[in-house]
Nanobody
């Protein structure tokens, strides 16, 4: 079983920034593309961003392009999501996910996901 642990969520004002982190096992990081999804109350889970193993290939939801940046540090088995200019409507639980490719994650084809970290954006 893949174990993914998110951190970095919290309360931030609209327009502010947060950096989320996701730590996985070395085995998981060496064989999986990684990504992020979010789930707000009353809404379906939605794709946010994904990155391939090398870090060179990325996908972003249209709503976050230009504001969010996904990256990974394979030496530390850690993936990051830098979120800038956050909006109140982006309040959600953010989940780290692993999949066979960044494209799979873009299509919501996840092999596993973490417990989530809460991001709350106040107006």
């Amino acid at each position: 079983q893949v174990h993914l642990v998110e951190s970095g969520g919290g309360l931030v004002q609209a327009g502010g920034s947060l950096r989320l982190s996701c730590v996985a096992s070395a085995r998981t990081f060496s064989s999986n593309a990684m990504g992020w999804a979010r789930h707000a109350p009353g809404k379906e889970r939605g794709f946010v961003a994904a990155i391939n193993w090398s870090g060179a290939g990325t996908y972003y939801a249209d709503s976050v392009k230009g504001r969010f940046t996904i990256s990974r540090d394979n030496a530390k088995n850690t993936m990051y999501l830098h979120m800038n200019n956050l909006k109140p409507e982006e309040t959600a639980v953010y989940y780290c996910a692993a999949g066979g490719s960044a494209y799979d994650l873009y299509k919501d084809k996840y092999d596993d996901w973490g417990q989530g970290t809460q991001v709350t954006v106040s107006s």
